[in-house]
Protein backbone atom coordinates (compact mmCIF):
# COMPACT_ATOMS: atom_id res chain seq x y z
CA UNK A 1 0.00 0.00 0.00
CA UNK A 2 1.52 3.32 -0.78
CA UNK A 3 1.72 5.83 1.66
CA UNK A 4 2.80 9.40 1.89
CA UNK A 5 3.87 11.09 4.78
CA UNK A 6 4.90 15.16 4.93
CA UNK A 7 7.00 17.22 7.28
CA UNK A 8 8.90 20.20 7.44
CA UNK A 9 5.66 22.84 8.06
CA UNK A 10 5.41 25.00 11.35
CA UNK A 11 5.54 28.81 12.13
CA UNK A 12 7.36 31.06 10.34
CA UNK A 13 7.68 34.48 9.96
CA UNK A 14 6.77 37.06 6.95
CA UNK A 15 9.89 36.74 4.30
CA UNK A 16 10.79 33.44 5.86
CA UNK A 17 11.90 29.94 4.39
CA UNK A 18 10.58 26.30 4.77
CA UNK A 19 11.29 23.20 3.27
CA UNK A 20 8.63 20.68 3.08
CA UNK A 21 9.56 16.82 2.55
CA UNK A 22 7.48 13.85 1.33
CA UNK A 23 8.16 10.06 1.98
CA UNK A 24 6.67 7.98 -0.51
CA UNK A 25 6.43 4.15 1.48
CA UNK A 26 5.31 0.91 -0.15
CA UNK A 27 5.93 1.49 -3.63
CA UNK A 28 9.45 3.72 -5.30
CA UNK A 29 9.35 7.06 -5.33
CA UNK A 30 10.45 7.02 -8.98
CA UNK A 31 7.07 5.26 -10.29
CA UNK A 32 5.66 8.08 -10.18
CA UNK A 33 4.90 11.52 -10.71
CA UNK A 34 4.02 13.82 -7.95
CA UNK A 35 2.67 17.49 -7.04
CA UNK A 36 2.17 19.48 -3.59
CA UNK A 37 -1.07 21.55 -3.20
CA UNK A 38 -2.18 23.59 -0.59
CA UNK A 39 -5.99 24.64 0.85
CA UNK A 40 -6.69 27.27 3.63
CA UNK A 41 -9.39 27.40 6.01
CA UNK A 42 -12.83 27.59 4.01
CA UNK A 43 -11.06 28.05 0.77
CA UNK A 44 -10.64 25.29 -2.10
CA UNK A 45 -7.34 23.27 -2.32
CA UNK A 46 -4.86 24.61 -5.16
CA UNK A 47 -2.48 23.65 -7.08
CA UNK A 48 1.25 24.64 -5.59
CA UNK A 49 3.92 22.73 -7.74
CA UNK A 50 4.74 19.40 -9.38
CA UNK A 51 7.72 17.37 -10.68
CA UNK A 52 7.61 14.17 -13.11
CA UNK A 53 8.83 10.82 -12.34
CA UNK A 54 12.17 11.62 -13.47
CA UNK A 55 12.61 14.90 -11.64
CA UNK A 56 13.56 16.59 -15.08
CA UNK A 57 10.18 18.73 -15.53
CA UNK A 58 8.47 20.89 -13.40
CA UNK A 59 5.91 23.32 -13.14
CA UNK A 60 4.34 25.76 -10.67
CA UNK A 61 1.09 27.65 -10.14
CA UNK A 62 1.59 31.33 -11.13
CA UNK A 63 1.50 32.78 -7.32
CA UNK A 64 4.69 31.06 -6.57
CA UNK A 65 6.72 33.40 -8.95
CA UNK A 66 9.68 31.87 -8.59
CA UNK A 67 9.59 31.56 -4.34
CA UNK A 68 9.37 27.70 -4.51
CA UNK A 69 11.29 25.50 -5.72
CA UNK A 70 10.01 21.68 -5.93
CA UNK A 71 12.73 18.44 -5.93
CA UNK A 72 12.66 15.34 -6.02
CA UNK A 73 15.44 12.21 -4.85
CA UNK A 74 14.03 9.03 -6.21
CA UNK A 75 16.82 7.13 -4.41
CA UNK A 76 14.99 8.41 -1.18
CA UNK A 77 11.67 7.90 -2.20
CA UNK A 78 11.13 11.76 -1.12
CA UNK A 79 9.80 15.29 -2.72
CA UNK A 80 11.10 18.52 -1.25
CA UNK A 81 9.46 22.06 -1.35
CA UNK A 82 11.44 24.67 -0.36
CA UNK A 83 9.31 28.19 0.06
CA UNK A 84 11.51 31.21 0.52
CA UNK A 85 9.79 34.35 0.83
CA UNK A 86 7.07 33.38 2.61
CA UNK A 87 4.05 35.88 2.97
CA UNK A 88 0.49 35.39 5.01
CA UNK A 89 -0.91 34.41 2.34
CA UNK A 90 0.75 31.23 2.07
CA UNK A 91 -0.73 29.83 4.96
CA UNK A 92 -2.05 26.81 4.73
CA UNK A 93 -1.86 23.14 4.61
CA UNK A 94 0.48 21.98 2.31
CA UNK A 95 -0.28 18.05 0.93
CA UNK A 96 1.96 15.91 -1.39
CA UNK A 97 0.46 13.63 -4.15
CA UNK A 98 1.46 11.05 -6.17
CA UNK A 99 0.24 9.94 -9.81
CA UNK A 100 0.94 8.44 -12.51
CA UNK A 101 1.70 11.79 -14.70
CA UNK A 102 2.55 15.36 -14.04
CA UNK A 103 -0.58 17.19 -13.36
CA UNK A 104 -1.96 20.44 -12.04
CA UNK A 105 -5.39 18.96 -10.84
CA UNK A 106 -6.07 17.09 -7.67
CA UNK A 107 -7.97 14.47 -9.78
CA UNK A 108 -4.66 13.37 -11.66
CA UNK A 109 -3.27 12.12 -8.31
CA UNK A 110 -4.27 8.17 -7.13
CA UNK A 111 -2.22 9.13 -3.11
CA UNK A 112 -2.20 11.75 -0.94
CA UNK A 113 -0.66 12.98 2.48
CA UNK A 114 -2.15 13.72 5.26
CA UNK A 115 -1.13 17.00 5.08
CA UNK A 116 1.84 19.86 7.01
CA UNK A 117 0.60 23.13 8.21
CA UNK A 118 2.10 26.04 6.90
CA UNK A 119 1.69 29.06 9.31
CA UNK A 120 3.45 32.39 7.95
CA UNK A 121 2.43 35.04 10.60
CA UNK A 122 4.63 37.28 12.64
Known amino acids: QVQLVESGGGLVQPGGSLRLSCIVT????????MGWFRQAPGKERDFVAA????????TYANFVKARFTISKDNAKNAMYLQMNSLTPDDTSVYYC???????????????WGQGTQVTVSS
Open 26 to 33: GQTGGTYA
Open 97 to 111: AAGQRLGVEDYEYDY
Open 51 to 58: ISQTGYST
